[in-house]
C-alpha cells in the first residue's frame, strides 16, 4: 500500500545522516501525515499489533533529531520534529496511546524533551507539541514519573510554567504533565522542594470564566502534589487551608448555575488531601472550615448533581471533626451515658470537666513525619510499591482463619446428659445370632461413607 511504500522510504532515510536529505524527509512525513490525518483506515493499518509504523517514525524521529543537533540546524529540526510529533498524536489517540508506549515512545519523547530545552529560549510551539503528547501517553506508562527523574526532565516543565505564567497555551500542557509526575510519591516532593507548591497557588484563584480548564488542571495538581505529608505541612505553614476555603465559598456563591462543579470538587480534593496530616486539620479547625463546609453541603442538598460536593465534603467534616470518648456528657452527643460512680478525681473526672471543643484524643498519627518526609526522597523503592503492593493486615493462613469452636461448660459437667443422647458414646455394632458376637463391620461398595448398623437385640 501507499502508507508501507512511504515507510520504507523512511528507514532508508534513517541510514543516510546526510543533511541534504531533510527535504525527502520533509516530503514523505507530510505525505504519511496527510494520510493519517484524513483515512482512518490509514490510522489503524499503522497503530495494527502487526505493523512497524510506529517503531519507523519513533526510530527516525531520534536519528534526525540527534543527527541535526550535530550540524546545528536548529530550523530544520523544529519543521522535522514537530511533524513527526503531530504524526504521532492523530496516530496515539485514545486507546492508541499505549502502543506508543509499548513501542519506547516514552523514553524518545523524554530524551527530545531534555535535549530541545537547551535552546534559548525553547521553541515554543515544539515545547506545547511535546508535553502535549505526553500529557495523553502519561497514563498509560506507569513508569513515566520514574523515567522523567532519571532522565532529568522533571523539572524542565516546572520551569517552563515558572517563566511562561501568562502564556496559557504552553502552561496548561506542562500543567498535565505535572500532574502526571506527581502520582510519584518521590516526584512530588522532589518538585515540592523546588517551589511547585507555591507556583500552584499564583494559578489558582477566585472565581473567573477565563480559562476555567486551567483552572481543573492546576488544582488536580495540586490535589496530587499535596498527598505528600512534605508539601502538605509546606501548605499549612504558609497559611493555603484558609486561602483554599476562601477560594471555595467564592466559587460556591458566584456559581450559581453549577456550571463549574468540577473546579469546586478541584478545591475540595486539595482540602481533603491536606487535613490528611495533624497540621492540616488543625488548620482547617482554626480556619472555621467545619462551619463553611457544613453551611455549603446544607445549600446543595437540594441539587442532586452537586452530591460529589457533599460527599466530600461530609468525608472532610468527619475526618477534622474532634474525637471524644464516651460518655459523653456535652452538647456534641444526642445521648448522655451516666458512669455509675463517677469519682471525684482522676482520668475519668478530668475528662468530664473538659471544654466542650476540646479533642480528648491523643492523636498520634504524624509523629513520625519527619523520618517519613527523609524516606520519601531518599527511598526508590516507593515507585515498585504499587505494582507490588502486599497488605500485611491481611491472614492467608487458612487454619488460622477458620473459628474455633470450645465448649461452654467442661466435659464432666456434660457426661449428666448422655442418657439421653447414647448414640454420641456407644458403641452400635451387628451382632452375629448364632454365635452371639459382633460381626465385623463390612461397608457397602455402593456407598462412598461409612454405616452405621444400629444394635440388634439379642435375648
Known amino acids: 500500500s501507499r502508507t508501507i511504500s512511504l515507510l520504507s522510504q523512511l528507514e532508508k532515510i534513517n541510514l543516510d545522516s546526510v543533511v541534504g536529505e531533510s527535504d525527502h524527509a520533509r516530503y514523505v512525513t507530510s505525505k504519511i501525515l496527510h494520510l493519517v490525518q484524513s483515512q482512518e483506515k490509514t490510522r489503524k493499518e499503522m497503530t495494527s499489533k502487526g505493523s512497524t509504523g510506529i517503531e519507523v517514525i519513533l526510530s527516525t524521529l531520534e536519528v534526525k533529531f540527534f543527527n541535526f543537533c550535530g550540524y546545528g540546524f536548529i530550523t530544520v529540526l523544529h519543521f522535522i520534529v514537530m511533524k513527526y510529533i503531530y504524526l504521532l498524536l492523530y496516530l496515539c489517540g485514545g486507546r492508541r496511546a499505549s502502543v506508543l508506549v ?5 523514553q ?38 520514574v523515567k522523567a527523574r532519571i532522565n532529568g526532565a522533571l523539572n524542565i516543565s516546572l520551569n517552563l510554567v515558572k517563566h511562561n505564567l501568562q502564556n496559557h497555551r504552553l502552561v496548561l500542557p506542562c500543567l498535565q504533565v505535572l500532574r502526571v509526575y506527581s502520582t510519584n510519591s518521590v516526584n512530588a516532593v522532589s518538585l515540592g522542594k523546588n517551589g511547585v ?18 483552572m481543573k488542571v492546576a488544582l488536580d495538581t495540586l490535589a496530587a502534589l499535596l498527598k505528600s505529608k512534605t508539601n502538605a505541612r509546606r501548605a499549612v505553614d504558609r497559611g493555603y487551608v484558609q486561602v483554599l476555603l476562601t477560594i471555595y465559598i467564592d466559587w460556591h456563591h458566584h456559581d450559581s448555575r453549577h456550571r463549574y462543579m468540577l473546579i469546586r ?48 465534603s461530609s468525608l472532610i467534616m468527619r475526618k477534622c471533626f474532634p474525637k471524644n470518648r464516651l460518655p459523653l456528657p456535652t452538647i456534641k452527643s ?26 480528648d484524643v491523643v492523636d498520634e498519627s504524624d509523629d513520625n513525619d519527619d523520618a517519613e518526609a527523609e524516606s520519601e526522597i531518599e527511598t ?3 515507585d515498585d510499591k504499587d505494582q507490588h503492593f502486599k497488605n500485611d493486615d491481611i491472614e492467608t493462613d487458612i487454619n488460622k482463619l477458620k473459628p474455633r469452636q470450645e465448649l461452654g461448660r467442661p466435659i464432666e459437667e456434660l457426661k449428666m446428659y448422655e442418657q439421653f443422647f447414647p448414640e454420641l458414646s456407644e458403641n452400635f455394632q451387628e451382632w452375629d445370632l448364632v454365635s452371639k458376637e459382633p460381626k465385623p463391620f463390612i461397608p457397602d461398595a455402593n456407598l462412598s461413607g461409612p454405616i452405621v448398623v444400629p444394635t440388634a437385640s439379642v435375648e
Open 197 to 214: 507548591v507555591e507556583l500552584m497557588f499564583k494559578i489558582i484563584g477566585p472565581f473567573s470564566k477565563r480559562n476555567t480548564s486551567l
Open 380 to 382: 526508590e523503592i516507593d
Open 265 to 312: 470538587k478541584g478545591v475540595l480534593q486539595c482540602i481533603k488531601s491536606v487535613t490528611n496530616i495533624k497540621l492540616g486539620r488543625k488548620a482547617f479547625i482554626d480556619a472555621n472550615g467545619m462551619k463553611i463546609l457544613y453551611n455549603t453541603s446544607q445549600e446543595c442538598l437540594a441539587v442532586r448533581t452537586l452530591d460529589p460536593l457533599v460527599n466530600t
Open 108 to 145: 524518545v519523547l523524554l530524551q527530545l524533551l531534555l535535549t530541545a530545552s537547551k535552546d534559548s529560549p525553547p521553541n515554543e510551539e515544539l515545547m506545547v507539541l511535546l508535553h502535549t503528547l505526553l500529557a495523553k501517553i502519561g497514563p498509560k506508562d506507569k513508569k513515566i514519573g
Open 334 to 359: 444526642a445521648f448522655h451515658f451516666q458512669l455509675p460512680v463517677i469519682p471525684a478525681s482522676g482520668p475519668v473526672a478530668q475528662l468530664y470537666n473538659l471544654p466542650p471543643d476540646v479533642d
Open 102 to 106: 509499548t513501542k519506547g515512545g516514552t
